[in-house]
């Protein structure tokens, strides 16, 4: 993407405080300072050092404020709170150009079900039809199998976060990794690349539903994100994997209405883990997961924001004239604010709800422009964002 042609979809204000560090290899970025051992491409954004600043997140997303939150915090801070781009009215969406679909080769695979395992061994691109050498991350199962229920992955969650004066909320889920302990989302839900500000107070819940924390909340250890989202604003590269600590959940404290923090362990002990694909090519069968909850153009709310929800088709690859995204993945779903950085799964096994992460939520589109989105976007996986994910795999946030 061209910097000239580089645009950012919103505007989000204030300071950041002053406990949160900002380590950059991307020397373009105003705030960012050099650190030893951080890839070229890669910014790494440390949130909590002590103890104590694990304590005073923790205090901040108290059970008062995480009910209170359920309802009156804003999703999606990276869009407007309609769900279009900030450039763009939302009966004009910018309607992405002529899509070609690659061949459905891959699809039929996770239509008849086969697990995720069997399916990646497949070493043909579905789209080019030539051999792919991308590296693989296969998906973990939790410790606890009564952690798996139904068909929805209990992987996916909310995050919670401030930036500046504002809390907000987006999608995310977990991914399996080294570490245990990682969560992907977009880049917009941990970084405001307009105001070069990162999000604080990051938590993490999976497995949300109504406003229930069942696996546990997890704190922000440390941001990682592409450089070129970080320095350009440049939404071709709107992902982030974020390392987490071991989670706690809140349990009623010894003297009436106060609560105490209950370890739980690691992210990945609790929900397990999705796998992760780059260079997939398109016409890929993929669900689609987030917490949609902000009304169409038109005025219509199907969502609430509390439920998880998902949609399922084949993808196709795409060049925005927006460009915002000039080259992307599209999938038909009417999805509003709020899904952003829920994850894109391919190769999804159904009795053990995982998958590939191939994608995450990043913009809605009216592509009919009748007031109703009808398409979501994410960003093209490729080899850039399995770096920023093997960084991040490997950052290991100190044990409670």
């Known amino acids: 993407m061209s910097s000239r042609a580089r645009r950012i979809t919103a505007t989000l204000g204030g300071l950041v405080a002053a406990c949160v560090t900002l380590t950059s290899a991307f020397a373009g970025s105003a705030a960012a300072t050099p650190m030893d051992g951080v890839p070229n491409g890669i910014t790494s954004i440390t949130l909590t050092r002590s103890s104590a600043d694990m304590r ?140 070069g500000s990162q999000a604080e107070y990051w ?39 974020v390392t987490v600590h071991d989670g706690f959940r809140w349990k009623p404290g010894k003297t009436s209405g106060s609560y105490e923090m209950e370890s739980v362990g690691s992210l990945e002990d609790n929900v397990g883990g999705q796998g992760l694909a780059t260079n997939r090519g398109a016409g890929l069968s993929a669900l689609a997961f987030g917490y949609p909850a902000a009304p169409h153009p038109d005025g219509s709310r199907p969502y609430n924001g509390q439920q998880l929800k998902s949609c399922r088709g084949l993808t196709i690859k795409v060049k925005a004239p927006t460009r915002l995204v000039e080259q992307g993945v599209a999938l038909a779903c009417p999805f509003t604010n709020g899904a952003s950085g829920g994850p894109w799964l391919i190769f999804y096994d159904n009795k053990n709800s995982v998958g590939y992460l191939n994608g995450v939520n990043s913009f809605a589109w009216d592509v009919n422009t009748d007031r109703k989105y009808d398409r979501i976007s994410s960003p093209y996986f490729i080899a850039s964002t399995y770096a920023v994910y093997h960084w991040a795999a490997t950052q290991q946030a100190p044990r409670s």
Not at 79 to 89: L, V
Not at 177 to 182: A, D, T
């Open 203 to 241: 938590i993490f819940i999976p497995g949300y539903d109504k406003g229930n924390t069942p696996y546990g909340i997890y704190i922000g250890h440390s941001l990682n994100l592409h450089e070129d989202f970080v320095g350009r604003g440049d939404y071709d590269y709107d992902y982030a994997f």
């Open 56 to 195: 005073r997140i923790a205090e901040y997303w108290s059970p008062a404020r995480l009910k209170q939150a359920m309802d009156n915090v804003p999703a999606s801070p990276g869009m407007k709170n309609d769900g279009s781009p900030a450039s763009a009215s939302p009966t004009s969406a910018a309607t992405p150009g002529s899509a070609t679909a690659g061949t459905a080769t891959a699809a039929a695979a996770s239509a008849t079900g086969e697990s995720a395992a069997t399916a990646m061994a497949v070493e043909t691109d579905a789209a080019t039809g030539k051999k792919n050498s991308a590296p693989v991350v296969k998906p973990t199962l939790p410790k606890k199998r009564a952690a798996i229920s139904g068909n929805s992955p209990v992987t996916v969650g909310k995050v919670f976060f401030r930036i500046g004066a504002k809390d907000y909320w987006c999608s995310a889920s977990s991914v399996a990794s080294s570490n245990r302990n990682l969560v992907a989302t977009a880049g917009h839900c941990a970084y405001d690349a307009k105001t």
